[in-house]
């Protein structure tokens, strides 16, 4: 980073009192083999000619690291579809960035996880889509998958890597978290993370075949309670519930603006995954601006800071500082105003027809899938 930009950031951060960001997702690319149908990613994929290139990528990583990140996820698409995947890595580490390489397995080696631990990646997170070949594959859309993913398990460990296991969890495989949590104790992960289907771009296409039901979300936490008793100081397991069965919202992001961003792999710089369908806010890039400046001064990182902005019943809320006000992409899908109360919150006046729908998208009978170009 130059001087120049290291007395802007200093400055930026001092005028407008916002803390730096802790955590970056790098979104390498969105090219990927599989086809998950609860892919958040957009609907309109970036082409791979369109992706930032190598010198690029360590350019943004470079600036994160003056800028305060911690924190570095490698994610996608599959990152392992970049060719400079150990280059980068290496480069991320070399400046003290701690790296998380968010990936489905499919791509990687036992050669390149050892070059990939050589550069100094500090932790691998795996994701799963079922504890059998032919249903975790099903899900994906990639026969095969489940298969390399074990192998990768294993390769990744042994490289001395920690590992920890990603499940989406939905309605056609809920039912299959106990299984998942004894899958992560035979692979040695050390943390599994059960989260609950987001509905957010590919996903709202397969709303109505993946939304669970209220009796498997509440057999779902019972599942989890027995199972960190059980396998307590052995395995971490992290569960984010349904927050369409639960009163309030979640913090998403830990707020808007306030720990983390996102750079697309065409390098536009977002305060979350999904903030690209907020159509009101426009997004920079690092190709015309600095990390700094985007995360300090710019329009969209600003719109949901503080609490100035909150409606009512937020803005006179005791959860305010708890939940944020709940997700504003959220806002933007179910109210269709990214400034409204998160309408799964029991306080907004949408959560009674939320909840109608809810019931009725988990009681549709189909488990077809739609699955990207296909
Ligand atoms: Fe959170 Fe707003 Fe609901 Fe209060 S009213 S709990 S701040 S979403
Ligand atoms: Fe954008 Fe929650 S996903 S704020």
Redesign the pocket.
């Known amino acids: 980073m130059s001087d120049t930009l290291t007395v802007q950031t200093h400055a930026a951060r001092d005028s407008l009192r916002i803390p730096p960001p802790m955590a970056m997702l790098a979104e390498l690319t969105h090219r990927c083999p599989l086809a998950c149908p609860y892919c958040s990613n957009p609907i309109e994929l970036t082409r791979g000619n369109e992706e930032l290139s190598t010198e690029e990528w360590i350019g943004v990583f470079r600036q994160a690291a003056a800028l305060g990140v911690l924190h570095l996820h490698l994610s996608g698409g599959e990152p392992a579809a970049r060719r400079d995947l150990v280059e980068l890595t290496q480069a991320a580490a070399s400046l003290g960035l701690y790296t998380n390489l968010i990936t489905s397995g499919v791509g990687l080696t036992e050669a390149r996880i050892g070059s990939l631990a050589d550069a100094g990646l500090e932790h691998v997170q795996l994701s799963i889509q079922g504890v059998s070949p032919e249903g975790a594959d099903r899900i994906s859309g990639y026969k095969g998958g489940y298969e390399r993913k074990i192998a990768v398990a294993g390769w990744t460990t042994d490289a001395g890597i920690p590992l920890t296991l990603n499940a989406v969890c939905h309605r056609q495989n809920m039912s299959e978290i106990d299984a998942m949590i004894d899958l992560a104790i035979r692979l040695k992960a050390r943390r599994i993370e059960v989260a609950t289907v987001q509905f957010h771009g590919w996903a709202e296409r397969n709303k109505a075949a993946l939304m669970p039901t209220r009796e498997q979300v509440e057999r779902a936490s019972e599942t989890v309670t027995k199972a960190r008793e059980k396998y307590k100081g052995v395995l971490v397991i992290d569960y984010v519930p349904a927050d369409y069965y639960s009163s ?2 979640k913090a998403c992001m830990g707020g808007w603006g306030r720990v983390g961003l996102n750079v697309t792999p065409s390098g536009r710089v977002l305060p979350c995954h999904a903030a690209e369908t907020i159509p009101s806010l426009s997004f920079e890039t690092v190709r015309d601006c600095s990390l700094a400046e985007i995360w300090y001064e710019s329009d969209a990182f600003n719109a949901y800071r503080g609490e100035d902005w909150m409606p009512e ?2 803005r006179s ?1 005791e ?2 500082k708890v ?1 944020f ?2 997700c504003r992409c959220q806002a933007m899908a179910l109210a269709g105003n990214a400034r409204a ?2 309408p799964v ?1 029991i ?1 907004s006046p949408l959560r009674e027809h939320l909840t109608r729908e809810t019931e009725r998208l988990s009681a549709t009978a189909s488990t077809d899938l739609v699955y990207r170009g296909r």
Do not use: A, N, S
Request: positive net charge.
């Open positions: 309030y919202p019943p937020c809320c959860r305010k939940d006000g709940g109360t998160d919150c306080r």
